[in-house]
């Protein structure tokens, strides 16, 4: 799943670490979400979220795989 | 953060390598671990030094270095539960490795002793295996 976590933070001129401070969770987590590495749960991703004061659909982007959408169904669309 | 060519990132010198959250649990979890990891090995070394092989005890001497090692456990378990959601799926994954390569080395004895093949270290290359394979693992997530 895509997100904007890279972009949002550094608008807000955050290091990794203090983004991880803020959500209480490591850097190396915030790391791996930035990638796409991971997808956060849903409690971290409304901490996200909040923290950046947007909510989740803004900040995180389900490519047609996460949605269930197959390649025909995209096609058609 | 920087992109590099093959899309890792890098860190810069303005970004720090632990937050203070990290820095507070890695200093906790030291704080239990170092201590119980030192008396693991100053009680192996007594061991080691003064009990005499041939008595009929050695075998609960030898229990002995396995008592600190439960401290190592108690401050494992407790780094777990202080670490978030990402560090601890990433521990269970790797340890799950672990285990399988733990099981795989177990059979692959298994079948050895079957075929008359034994060996008095096998506890430990079972054990070296697991752990191993853990840490290899662990590594290999942590530098991608």
């Known amino acids: ?77 | 953060m920087d992109q590099t060519e093959r899309g890792t990132t890098r860190r810069t010198e303005a970004e720090p390598a632990w937050s203070a959250g990290d820095r507070q649990r890695r200093n906790a979890y030291f704080k239990e671990f170092i201590p119980a990891i030192l008396a693991y090995a100053v009680i192996l070394v007594l061991v080691l030094v003064l009990v005499d092989q041939e008595s009929s005890w050695a075998w609960l001497w030898w229990q002995l270095p396995i008592l600190p090692m439960v401290g190592v456990g108690v401050a494992f378990y407790r780094f777990l539960r202080q670490a978030d959601e990402y560090i601890r799926t990433v521990q269970f994954q790797t340890m799950a490795v672990g285990f399988a390569a733990g099981i795989f080395a177990s059979l692959v004895f298994g079948f050895l002793g079957i075929a008359g093949i034994t060996t008095r270290a096998t506890g430990w290359v079972v054990f070296g295996v697991a752990v191993a394979a853990w840490m290899v693992s662990l590594g290999w997530v942590g530098r991608r």
């Open chain 1, 1 to 77: 799943m895509d997100n904007r976590l890279r972009e949002l933070r550094a608008a807000n001129g955050w290091s990794q670490a203090h983004l991880a401070d803020l959500v209480d969770v490591s850097r190396q987590t915030v790391n791996a979400l930035e990638k796409g590495r991971y997808d956060p749960s849903l409690p971290l991703a409304f901490r996200l979220a909040r923290i950046f004061s947007t909510t989740i659909e803004d900040l995180f982007v389900p490519s047609h795989e996460d949605l269930g959408i197959t390649a025909d169904e995209t096609s058609v669309h």
